[in-house]
């Protein structure tokens, strides 16, 4: 049984940095590759970022390039997502997600196991 618990979300102002988290809980964490989707009212959910099983790939959606870094600590069993220069768009539900995997994957079908996701909320 894999568990997946976010943190980090929370209320910041246009231009501001948040640092998510995603504590995994089970066997295997550095097996898979993980990502983070988020979901914004209204909206389908959408691929955000994902890292490799090691952690030396990643891959990004074009909307968040150059503003957000995916990242992992595989001692720890926790994937990170550093959110810089945040813009109103940027505010969502933002969901964990382990991947079946090791390599890196933007396609929803590829996960598995997924968090109950923490919001994000970005004010103007």
């Known amino acids: 049984q894999v568990q997946l618990v976010e943190s980090g979300g929370g209320l910041v102002q246009a231009g501001g940095s948040l640092r998510l988290s995603c504590a995994a809980s089970g066997r295997s964490f550095s097996t898979y590759a993980m990502g983070w989707f988020r979901q914004a009212p209204g909206q389908e959910r959408e691929f955000v970022a994902t890292?490799?099983?090691?952690?030396?790939?990643?891959y990004y959606a074009d909307s968040v390039k150059g503003r957000f870094t995916i990242s992992r600590d595989n001692a720890k069993n926790t994937v990170f997502l550093q959110m810089a220069s945040l813009k109103p768009e940027d505010t969502a539900v933002y969901y964990c997600?382990?991947?079946?995997?090791?390599?890196?994957?933007?396609?929803?079908?590829?996960?598995?196991?997924w968090g109950q996701g923490t919001q994000v909320t970005v004010s103007s």
């Open positions: 890292v490799s099983r090691s952690g030396v790939s990643t």
């Open positions: 997600a382990r991947s079946k995997y090791s390599g890196v994957t933007d396609r929803e079908n590829d996960y598995d196991y």
